[in-house]
């Protein structure tokens, strides 16, 4: 296992359209964390779990977003009806929740454009 | 809340000369510190973090950073850049109580650009 993987890397859609990303942790790492980047800013952390409890979702932008991780392994993260202000780079991080080190390992991130 | 403020969008610099990432944080609570290099078209990688203990953390490719308690600041710096070290830096933070959900705040990144 050499890291965090997701999946797709780039994703074009139109607007309205739903889309579905996927997130493989390393293998041990029982926290995963999702992350949105916009052109010219730092990541924006929407939502994590721990095992397969979905911790905190407050932060998801809106209704159109949700996220499970129904085994506690990999994770997917779903955008209905996408809106071209959702066109972003969205990154994955898992790390142990037990660790002092706090660090969290990134995946390469998944880039959608909406047209 | 916590916050964190890059100064610098964009740091251009010429290859072999000093270079200096500013950070500062506000927290209400300790927290741990980090610097995260993304190259273009990549994720985050961590370049070093800072914990507890000494206030000097250094990565394994020659940036350090310190830890500034009562400036609240973790500047990263480098003696001597590379072309290689040319990328966004994003400066971090996270409560460091035991039991927190551990999410990063991030600062909105500083663009190094080394120049021949």
């Known amino acids: 296992d050499t890291g965090v993987s997701q999946d797709p890397r780039h994703k074009i859609t139109k607007r309205g359209q739903n889309v579905t990303f996927r997130c493989d942790p390393i293998s041990e790492h029982n926290r995963l964390y999702w992350y949105r980047q916009t052109l010219g800013q730092g990541p924006e952390f929407l939502t994590y779990?721990?095992?397969?409890?979905?911790?905190?979702k407050s932060r998801l932008l809106s209704d159109r977003f949700s996220a499970e991780r129904p085994k506690g392994s990999f994770s997917t993260l779903e955008i209905q009806r996408t809106e071209q202000g959702d066109s972003a780079m969205y990154l994955c991080a898992s790390r142990r929740a037990d660790s002092v080190y706090n660090e969290q390992f990134f995946g390469p991130g998944t880039r959608l454009t909406v047209l | 809340a916590q916050s964190v403020t890059q100064l610098d969008s964009q740091v251009p610099v010429f290859e072999e000369a000093p270079v200096e990432l500013r950070c500062n944080y506000s927290s209400s609570v300790s927290v741990y510190l980090f610097w995260y290099v993304q190259y273009p078209n990549q994720g985050l990688q961590l370049l070093l973090k800072?914990?507890?203990?000494?206030?000097l953390v250094e990565s394994i490719n020659g940036f350090e950073a310190e830890f500034n308690k009562s400036q609240t600041s973790f500047h990263l710096r480098k003696p001597s850049v590379h072309i290689s070290d040319t990328a966004e830096y994003f400066c971090a933070v996270t409560h460091s109580y035991g039991g927190s959900q551990g999410n990063l705040i991030f600062g909105k990144g500083t663009k190094l650009s080394v120049k021949p």
């Open positions: 779990f721990q095992n397969e409890a979905q911790l905190e």
């Open positions: 800072y914990l507890s203990g000494s206030t």
